[in-house]
């Protein structure tokens, strides 16, 4: 990060002093032709002025594959995000198609070629920055989103202290699964069928089985199976209404991933695998239940239910004062003497 900040501007700075200082030379020096190109065509001005230096047919090859390296790669990033943003990606860690990507190259050209055409670049830099409007509005978009996701976030851990669970979770698994069982998982990587049967032989009947509990104590809850036609293994949602607050949402999914790399040695049988994910409203909790039995499935909802009552009661405790007192009798907001 430091590099990509640092490094363009002394480029920057290098070339601005150096050409443009030769430029300002050339003119204050009375060649008045070369001012009068420049102000007129400011590319054949840039070409005419390296045609000045020693050298001058290595500077203008130079100049020109730099030109040329920058609009590829400047061409290619931008082809590579339209592609994604106009595309369906079930895996976040793959891009969009690559004959999309191909089809937004060609856009971009074709539209580069047309402006150049109609106005040559001052044309572009005035198109450049009515274009860059609205992605800048949804740049500022995109960080207040991130800025309410860290803060819910923040709610969510100053809940667990306020509401400890009944039982010691770690990774979401309950302190009876047993560090044997646990090495044995950290080098077992589960097949996309293995993943499926565990989804439906110990998920499912979990899920099910406390949504009933939940609805026979009075709550508010439901079970629905969404299908996910990119790994056609289907996942599960419960959901626990809650009355005037946000609603406690339990998610299990199954997530491709590749296998790790140790030592340069890949696993020979699949440089793939599934892991069972769960996720809350904000995301991904980054922990596998594969391997967990019927029980500890249910333990790990009931600590994420209890970590999401503990979030809520935050929320309430950190509203002002002020507007607490506005709901209470004056005399009871003023102390006892």
Wanted: charged letters at 15%; glycine letters at 8%.
């Amino acid at each position: 990060m430091i590099a990509a900040i640092t490094v363009p501007v002394l480029c920057d700075f290098l070339v601005v002093s150096i050409f443009g200082n030769s430029a300002m030379h050339e003119v204050l020096g009375g060649n008045t032709a070369f001012a009068q190109l420049a102000m007129d065509n400011p590319q054949q001005g840039w070409y005419a002025l390296l045609g000045t230096f020693p050298g001058a047919a290595i500077l203008i090859g130079l100049a020109t594959l730099a030109g040329v390296l920058f609009y590829i790669t400047s061409a290619n990033s931008g082809a590579m995000m339209m592609s994604n943003f106009s595309s369906t990606i079930p895996d976040p860690s793959q891009d969009g198609p690559k004959w999309l990507r191909v089809f937004w190259a060609l856009v971009t050209g074709l539209l580069v070629i047309a402006m150049l055409v109609a106005g040559g670049v001052t044309t572009m830099e005035y198109a450049t920055l009515i274009f860059a409007l609205p992605v800048t509005i949804i740049a500022w978009l995109v960080m207040a989103s991130f800025t309410k996701a860290l803060r819910v976030e923040r709610a969510q851990l100053e809940g667990r202290v306020l509401r400890r669970s009944s039982m010691a979770v770690t990774n979401g698994h309950t302190a009876d699964h047993t560090w044997r069982h646990r090495l044995r998982g950290m080098w077992s990587y589960p097949s996309k069928k293995q993943a499926a049967q565990f989804m439906e032989d110990t998920v499912h009947p979990a899920l099910t089985e406390l949504v009933a509990e939940f609805i026979e104590q009075g709550h508010q809850a439901s079970l629905d199976i969404e299908p996910n036609a990119e790994i056609d293994i289907p996942g599960y949602t419960l959901v626990v209404g809650i009355p005037d607050h946000s609603d406690f949402v339990y998610q299990v999914q199954a997530v491709e991933a590749p296998v790790p790399v140790f030592g340069g040695r890949m696993f020979p049988e699949t440089d793939a695998y599934y892991r069972v994910e769960v996720f809350t409203q904000t995301g991904s909790k980054g922990y596998d239940l594969m391997g967990v039995t019927h029980d500890q499935v249910i333990e790990d909802v009931l600590a994420r239910y209890e970590s999401h009552l503990g979030f809520l009661t935050y929320l309430e405790q950190a509203q002002p004062q002020a507007r607490e007192q506005t709901r209470r009798p004056k005399e009871l907001t003023e102390p006892a003497h």
